[in-house]
């Protein structure tokens, strides 16, 4: 599988913010990659490949994928956020390929949380 370029995720990202906007309520879900250094000396890259992945291979429209920083976890990486519309943010973490094709399906297309590869629901914002 070739590597991700910095300009591959641009594009998608610039796709994605096109055709669908979470806050707007025309996204389903927003998926956020941890990809800090821990996250991506962890496969945090491999993670984000399996979920464009998915969202080509089903021809997905309405998932906003982004990534942030490290999330202060780094032993638990590679991690993810799935938000679904509505919802409370769930942190998953510890994750394989397998595992993320699984959330994808279970969770981000159906709404129902993989609770073995979960760390928490919720927000630590303050607002």
Known sequence: MPKLKLEDLQKIKE???RETVLR???G????TVHMGTCGIAAGARKIMSVILE???KRDVKDIIVTTSGC???CSREPMITVELLGKAP???VDLTEDKM???FEEHVLNGKIVKEY???IGSERVD
């Open 28 to 31: 389903k879900a927003k998926i």
């Open 15 to 17: 796709k994605v913010r």
């Open 54 to 56: 998915e969202i080509e």
């Open 90 to 92: 769930v942190k998953y």
């Open 118 to 120: 979960m760390l928490a």
């Open 71 to 73: 999330a202060g976890l």
């Open 101 to 103: 094709r699984r959330i």
């Open 24 to 26: 707007e309520g025309a």
